[in-house]
């Protein structure tokens, strides 16, 4: 006779066999939480995180027991557990990854790095109080702006500086300052979106300025800027394309020749950058973009650019130009909602001081862009030498990345590793590794790794 059939036939017996069953599960064997977190191999640790872990747990197993899903309680396996999640609960979110894609500048990887003499450097100040806005001198309030802003006159030979928090708010406070309720000429062609949501049409309305769209999506010409000059006009602006070209029947205005007009009218001339850069760069970037000094011969009313693109240093907006212009640019109320913190600035004025001293090797994001294909392969063969699996070591093409000159493949040298490429992708991802898939094989590429990844790659590549 099956089981539904005698509940038919003896339902009270049934219920009170039922209660038994209920009362038989290990509900009491479940341990009290301030006799589980006592346990002695969890002397050392936080008793708070612990407990707050213990009781998430303990009511977890207690679902689980109700829904007939476990029938009895291992004591070592809550311990073991705990553990675990304790260990878990205290793992930094943030942590340092190895960039096998190629990409140098990777936005999602956090683009640039700081070398470790710059982030050395910056420490004394970061960890001290400091003459942030303090005048020792005078012995009075200080300007907190003015100990990066004379490094980087010295530096570009410009009239002044200021820093923001990057350059998207570089941008929105330039055009906020100078063209609210006014007029912004920009071409049609310069209308971009960068990515992570900076459209410039939005940003262009968001700061209260009245955006002029001139010529058209290929072409524009010295004559539209001209045309379209009110007496509303504020600004005339460059926007750097970044991340994207267009080729074929085009035609687009010099930021040179933008400038001249801009001043014969009595107007202001803004270059948005997005990325500028100081030394030469191989692979013909320097020929395709000028340099900021090349830039600043011109003298620009205003440009900006990102700390932390080619320029290789911290998160930052870096805006160059006129002395009356930035004076009234820190009038601005919103300039408060920009500011930059000392870990900010001490690590720019570090990177900057590199600059001067034309140590290119602090600066990593130079340093990697620009070394040679054969330096590359000596460091892949060293590299690859110690793996146990087999390899190809290849030239190949790789981005500059971070929306710097889209349309420039630069040359690099890969190791591709034979087995499939996806569970290879997984295996390196979670050993912190990321590199990327091409023709098939999972590759690293030489052009963002540096010597002191190389020992974790090899671990991960003998674990297989
Ligand atoms: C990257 C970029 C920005 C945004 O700079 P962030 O420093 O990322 O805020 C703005 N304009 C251009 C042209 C850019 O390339």
Redesign the pocket.
């Known amino acids: 006779m099956r089981g539904e059939e005698l509940v038919k036939i003896f339902p009270s017996a049934f219920y009170l066999i039922s209660k038994k069953v209920e009362t038989m599960k290990p509900f009491r064997q479940l341990p009290k939480i301030d006799k589980l977190i006592a346990d002695d191999s969890f002397k050392d640790l936080n008793k708070s995180i612990l407990t707050n872990l213990a009781k998430r747990y303990i009511e977890n197993l207690r679902e689980k027991i109700k829904n007939n899903q476990i029938d009895k309680i291992d004591y070592s396996q809550i311990i073991k557990d705990l553990k675990q999640e304790y260990k878990l609960a205290l793992k930094p979110s943030l942590r340092p990854i190895i960039n096998a894609t190629g990409v140098t500048i990777h936005t999602n990887l956090g683009r640039s790095l700081i070398d470790e003499a710059i982030y050395d450097g910056a420490k004394d100040v970061v960890c001290n109080y400091c003459n942030l806005e303090y005048d020792l001198d005078k012995g009075k309030r200080g300007d907190r702006y003015q100990h990066t802003t004379q490094a980087l006159r010295e530096l570009l030979n410009c009239e002044d500086a200021l820093i923001v928090n990057?350059?998207?708010?570089a941008?929105f406070l330039i055009l906020n300052t100078f063209a609210k309720d006014k007029e912004s000429i920009v071409s049609r062609g310069e209308l971009?979106e960068?990515g992570?949501s900076?459209r410039v049409p939005d940003v262009m309305r968001e700061s209260g300025t009245k955006l002029v769209e001139v010529g058209t999506t290929n072409k524009t010409k010295f004559a539209d800027y001209e045309n379209a000059i009110t007496d509303n006009t504020a600004l005339l602006m460059k926007?750097?394309k970044?991340n994207y070209t267009i080729e074929g029947f085009t035609q687009e205005v010099d930021f040179n020749e933008i400038s001249k007009l801009a001043k014969s009218k009595n107007l202001i001339d803004y270059y948005?950058?997005?990325?500028g850069y100081i030394p030469r760069l191989s692979w013909g970037l320097s020929e395709a973009e000028p340099s900021l000094d090349k830039l600043l011969e011109c003298e620009p009313s205003l440009i900006s650019f990102?700390g932390?693109?080619l320029f290789g240093s911290v998160?930052a907006?870096i805006i160059l130009g006129k002395k009356e212009l930035i004076a009234k640019l820190k009038k601005n109320q919103l300039l408060r909602m920009f500011r930059v913190d000392k870990v900010t600035l001490a690590l720019l004025e570090q990177t900057i001081l590199a600059y001067k001293l034309k140590k290119y090797e602090a600066i990593p994001t130079i340093s990697m862009l620009n070394a040679t294909v054969e330096e590359l392969e000596k460091r892949a063969n060293y590299l690859a030498k110690n793996f146990k699996i087999d390899y190809e070591i290849k030239e190949r093409k790789t981005y500059v990345g971070?929306?710097t000159m889209p349309n420039r493949k630069i040359p690099t040298i890969i190791i591709a590793l034979s087995g499939g490429a996806i569970a290879l992708e997984s295996h390196f991802r979670a050993n912190g590794i990321i590199g990327r898939i091409e023709d098939e094989h999972f590759i690293l590429d030489m052009r963002s790794l540096r010597e002191k990844d190389f020992k974790q790659i090899i671990e991960t590549v003998n674990m297989l």
């Open positions: 990057n350059n998207a708010a941008v971009v960068i992570g900076f926007v750097h970044s948005d950058l997005g990325s990102s932390d693109k998160q907006g971070g929306g």
